[in-house]
């Protein structure tokens, strides 16, 4: 049953959606960036089939500081603790493990040694299952590394699915950071057309969110959650900001992309490279106000907003 505060937020959210749109349709760097998705979305569904290959668990320094990511960060000189702090990378609905095949051998070329992404099955799954899985996989990268706390960085669901873990299975005390990339964090209206149990969590006020929203409580984690204003499957786009205040997330907005471009943003990389690149809690993301990088002699720039 749809109370009165649901329909004073359909009609706010129709209202924002409506207004974005308008403002979207006169801005030429919107077509640019749905061409863009497009194209990236074709790179993904052409990488997916290498994402049912298992992974194994193994550390991997080869090739270390090459690539042009190397060239323009300072990240071989990473301090022994953050090179060796374990980061697992969490797909999204309909998703695997390829979709950070990019972003995965940049953070192993700049100096991360152990890199490692989960694979899922959404449908018929609950959030909070995917969650209880992510618990085991972490204590098993925590026994074969011998590390106290891991990174995760997760895409749309598995963001949720990250989220999930350190708010309700004791990820808390074994995650240092969080980020999500293009997670609905107040729920898409795309989830409508999803099927399975987790897609009916991704609604707006879903129990799951509402749940999330109500319970949280301050912890170490350090959550930082990047969203673009043309993702077409977080609708409203700004629902993939993380404003629950408990959490003290870190909003950063990737200008221009679209939900699947997220994954292969050169300025988003760039970002979670610095990011984790940095244990000290008195730094966190927050001095980051602006993602610079050169290319033609140019540079382009997205901003980065706290929450």
Not at 42 to 58: D, K, Q, R, S, T
Not at 113 to 140: F, P
């Amino acid at each position: 049953m749809i109370g009165l505060r649901d329909v004073g937020r359909l009609r706010g959210d129709a209202k924002a959606v409506r207004s974005s749109l308008g403002r979207a349709l006169r801005r030429p760097k919107t077509y640019s960036g749905a061409v863009k998705e497009l194209v990236w979305t074709g790179v993904n569904v052409a990488m997916y089939p290498a994402g049912l290959l298992g992974e194994a668990l193994e550390q991997d320094t080869s090739g270390a500081f090459r690539g042009r990511f190397a060239r323009e960060l300072p990240l071989c000189y990473l301090e022994p603790e953050a090179a060796a702090t374990p980061i697992i990378l969490l797909h999204g609905y309909f998703h695997n493990r390829s979709g950070f095949l990019v972003m995965r051998r940049a953070l192993r070329r700049n100096g991360f040694r152990n890199v490692h992404t989960m694979n899922y099955n959404v449908i018929g799954h609950e959030v909070e299952e995917l969650a209880s899985q992510l618990s085991g996989y972490v204590e098993n990268i925590l026994n074969r590394t011998g590390a106290t706390r891991v990174h995760l960085v997760g895409h749309s669901l598995g963001g949720l699915v990250a989220r999930t873990y350190i708010q309700e299975y004791g990820g808390d005390k074994r995650v240092h950071t969080c980020i999500t990339l293009g997670t609905p964090h107040s729920g898409t209206y795309a989830a409508w057309a999803g099927r399975g149990r987790a897609a009916r969590q991704l609604r707006p006020s879903s129990d799951l969110l509402r749940r999330l929203e109500t319970n949280a409580v301050e912890s170490d984690v350090r959550f930082i959650s990047y969203y673009s204003n043309l993702d077409p499957l977080v609708v409203p786009a700004t629902s993939a900001k993380l404003t629950t205040k408990a959490l003290r997330a870190t909003n950063v907005l990737v200008k221009d992309h679209g939900h699947m471009s997220l994954l292969l943003s050169g300025e988003l990389i760039r970002s979670v490279l610095v990011s984790l690149s940095n244990l000290d809690p008195a730094k966190p993301i927050a001095p980051v106000t602006a993602i610079r990088s050169r290319r033609n002699g140019r540079s382009s720039t997205t901003s980065a907003t706290g929450a």
